[in-house]
């Protein structure tokens, strides 16, 4: 009698194409009904998942016969999507984020997040960062560097998105990254009666970087 033992790496890649495959089938299955297009703004392709709550005319995400609710669908997906980035081979990583929404164009300026086993180690302004747009009151500074305290790690993301979701937002459109499964694309937005407030950002570029050993 002969007993087969796979190897930690290929049952790690198995585990790999398991969620891929997992994570395509929610991402088809959400967004088979969706009349909401993707965003074209991130150029790595993404799996999306769009429109927690449709207009009145728009066929619902989830079939009326789903055992599924719209929001436990959505909730479900994220989770995919993060155990997808759990896989990721460092927790030293960079990406190129930007905040859609805030009072001012330094608030919403491209910035690079820096990232060492897996805590926020720097933010700095994109080369192709916009700071000013002529809207700011005389005298106004822009801050030497981006304030780190407004920006997150992935897995923070992923919790920013799954708390929202679970405060009953009127829409909610997100892309994913198809190969590690991080964000890229966020819209989510709150009716006007909410005290919460509107949540968008794109994602993108991440790259592993140099830091101590894992």
Not at 30 to 53: F, H
Not at 93 to 109: L, M
Request: glycine content about 6%; proline content about 9%; hydrophobic content about 40%.
């Amino acid at each position: 009698m002969f007993t087969t033992l796979e190897s930690p790496n290929h049952t790690h890649m198995k585990r790999i194409v398991t969620l891929v495959m997992l994570v395509g089938i929610v991402a088809i299955a959400l967004t088979a009904c969706s009349s909401e297009p993707e965003p074209t703004a991130i150029p790595r392709p993404t799996a999306m998942i769009a429109v927690l709550q449709p207009t009145s005319d728009a066929q619902p995400i989830v079939p009326s016969g789903s055992d599924l609710d719209r929001k436990t669908a959505m909730l479900l997906g994220l989770d995919l999507h993060r155990q997808l980035w759990a896989t990721r081979p460092s927790s030293n990583y960079k990406f190129g984020f930007q905040w859609n929404v805030g009072e001012f164009a330094y608030q919403r300026a491209n910035v690079e997040v820096r990232v060492i086993k897996s805590e926020l180690d720097g933010v700095l302004w994109a080369d192709n960062a916009v700071k000013v747009d002529g809207t700011e009151p005389t005298g106004f500074e822009v801050p030497a560097e981006p304030n780190p305290d407004e920006y997150y790690v992935i897995d923070g993301l992923f919790d920013v998105i799954e708390e929202a979701i679970e405060s009953d937002p009127s829409r909610v459109s997100l892309g994913f990254d198809s190969v590690f499964g991080f964000p890229t694309s966020v819209v989510i937005e709150f009716p006007a009666s909410s005290e919460r407030k509107d949540i968008s950002f794109f994602a993108a570029q991440l790259s592993p970087i140099a830091g101590p050993p894992e």
